[in-house]
């Protein structure tokens, strides 16, 4: 079992360091999480993924998320919903993983990272790629 993990993580990995995104990847020694950090790359989140349902259309990159007016969301929740209405590919953001802000989203930690499970069969891990464009 170690050892198909293994495979599926160094598999994962690959796949995500060819992504169309400039994120930073962490290759934690066990568990069955890849860490992204997204902290480089989020800017890039259209604006509409910052907030609930028909709140926003406005599909251009967020830039400097700090200076949104009100967001429902934190980078990496956002970010996470940009993969998988966009992409199809599901991740988890990290926030809820930290003590909840009482104060919004932008008082949140862990906002900068993201994890992908490696517990997916591999048909699952190489669709990955191909979601991304990148065959």
Do not use: H
């Not at 909840?100 to 790629?129: D, M």
């Amino acid at each position: 079992m170690r050892e198909t993990f293994q495979q599926r993580k160094t598999l994962l990995y690959e796949i995500l360091k060819k992504a169309p995104f400039d994120w930073k990847l962490l290759n934690p020694e066990g568990g069955y999480f890849l860490i992204v950090d997204i902290s480089s790359c989020m800017s890039q989140t259209p604006k509409k993924y910052f907030y609930k349902e028909g709140a926003s259309e406005i599909n251009e990159p967020v830039g400097d998320w700090l200076k949104l007016e009100n967001p429902d969301y934190t980078p990496d929740y956002a970010f996470v919903r940009w993969l998988l209405f966009e992409y199809g590919v599901g991740a988890i953001p990290m926030f809820p993983f930290y003590e909840p802000s009482t104060t919004g989203p932008r008082n949140q930690k862990g906002t900068s990272f993201i994890r992908f499970t490696i517990c997916k069969e591999e048909e699952t891990i190489l669709a990955v790629g191909k979601k991304f464009n990148m065959n």
